[in-house]
């Protein structure tokens, strides 16, 4: 249990590891890739170690050193396997959705599987995508969830439907595997698409290995056969979701926070428009060409729709706590799929500290400047409600948070940087 220590008039300046999203799809492309790619500004944490684990078993050839991995990569052509493989990929749903397509374009048969939270995570609308282009691929337990078997000889490719409405990272997975599809691949996304920002993430990293993606806004994606991605060097910018529980440390304890390695001016990370929803709370924020930094100020409530900056939720419910007035979220249904149903628990945890939050469909209403006061609080294994509810606990003592190592999930560097401020 990690008790956090409140904290005023903060005055730091943390440099930020690089891109969880970025390390998971910079790993993959490079796994494509024939020859051998550098990747500096790795972030090596529990999530991008079982990419990793799973790219080896390929026969991918890595190496790590501090923030650095080199790899080797096969061409697309992948080492048959003999009997059934098994993939286990702890609570990474990232892995299990991006690799669901990767491991299709080897030759075997993979079970891939993980521990009980990711067994109630959907993958079913990229299994039918999936079987669509060719590949042989279910559920067991015919639940729309994991554990998914493929059966696979590469994939055939053609046109797939899909809906963009629980998960952006389906779409991300056709994505990194289509240039080796054999007829290419051509996606229609229908009902709108969730976090559209992690797709454009994709499509940069593809393009920097050498794939254009040519695409219609969010609505039409192809990706031509015959296209290979081509082993090169490149640098992994830093975590901007990351980034933002420093910016919301400033926020509520007060004081100036400078991030490092974060380009708000050219990132493709989504996230970054939380620097918007601060401004709007009442924060001044500097932007530099690599850096970050944001002062306190008096805050205030906001409405806001969230839609693509999922992740940002939970910062923003830590802040709206101490913010004057009403603060809506919205438009956020697909949060109940992640790590946690987080609008659940949000509104439990929040709650057990004071707060008064209204849980709703599709978001949450939180009502700021209340009393509030110190507690155990449960992360629900989650790694974005640790991180958190160690922001109430600067401005609120006695905040104490059980499972606080479930952020190694995305950031294993955490504690350390925050006991930093």
Not at 1 to 20: D, F, L
Not at 118 to 128: A, G, H, N, S
């Amino acid at each position: 249990m990690k008790e956090i220590k409140p904290v005023t008039n903060i005055n730091s300046t943390i440099r930020m590891p690089g891109s969880k999203s970025i390390s998971h799809r910079s790993a993959i492309a490079s796994g494509l890739a024939m020859g051998e790619s550098k990747l500096t500004g790795f972030l090596a944490c529990e999530d991008t170690l079982y990419t990793i684990s799973v790219l080896k078993e390929l026969g991918v050839e890595i190496s790590a050193e501090e923030e650095t991995l080199e790899v080797k990569g096969m061409g697309g052509e992948f080492t048959p396997m003999q009997g059934r493989r098994e993939f286990y990929l702890g609570n990474s749903g990232t892995s299990m959705r991006l690799l669901l397509s990767t491991v299709s374009l080897a030759k075997g048969e993979f079970l891939l599987t993980g521990n009980p939270q990711i067994l109630k995570r959907p993958v079913e609308e990229l299994v039918d995508a999936l079987n669509q282009l060719g590949v042989e691929a279910f559920c067991l337990e015919q639940n729309g969830c994991p554990p998914v078997l493929v059966r696979s000889r590469g994939i055939k490719g053609g046109k797939v439907t899909i809906s963009g409405q629980k998960s952006s990272q389906y779409l991300s997975s056709l994505l990194l595997s289509g240039p080796y599809a054999e007829k290419g691949i051509e996606i229609e996304v229908t009902g709108g698409l969730v976090s559209g920002p992690y797709v454009d993430i994709t499509i940069e990293v593809m393009r920097e290995f050498g794939v254009s993606v040519f695409r219609d806004g969010y609505r039409y994606f192809r990706v031509p056969a015959g296209g290979r991605y081509v082993p090169c060097q490149f640098a992994i910018e830093g975590d901007v979701s990351a980034a933002s529980y420093f910016w919301a440390a400033a926020a509520v304890a007060g004081g100036i926070i400078t991030t490092e390695n974060i380009r708000p001016h050219t990132t493709g990370q989504g996230d970054i428009g939380f620097l918007e929803i601060l401004q709007q709370m009442g924060c001044r924020v500097e932007r530099e060409m690599d850096r970050v930094t944001v002062y306190g100020g008096p805050l205030s409530g906001i409405d806001a729709d969230m839609e693509a900056m999922p992740d940002q939720v939970p910062t923003l419910a830590s802040i709206a706590l101490f913010a004057d007035g009403k603060t809506s979220i919205r438009n956020v249904p697909h949060l109940r799929f992640k790590e946690s149903d987080r609008l659940k628990a949000i509104a439990l945890e929040w709650s057990k500290l004071g707060g008064q939050v209204e849980e709703l469909t599709d978001g949450l209403v939180i009502c700021g400047g209340g009393r509030l006061h110190g507690g155990p609080v449960e992360s629900h294994d989650d790694h974005r409600l640790a991180m958190s509810l160690a922001v109430v606990g600067l401005k609120v003592p006695g905040v104490k948070i059980r499972n606080e190592s479930c952020v190694n999930k995305s950031l294993p560097q955490f504690w350390k940087l925050w006991d930093s401020l």
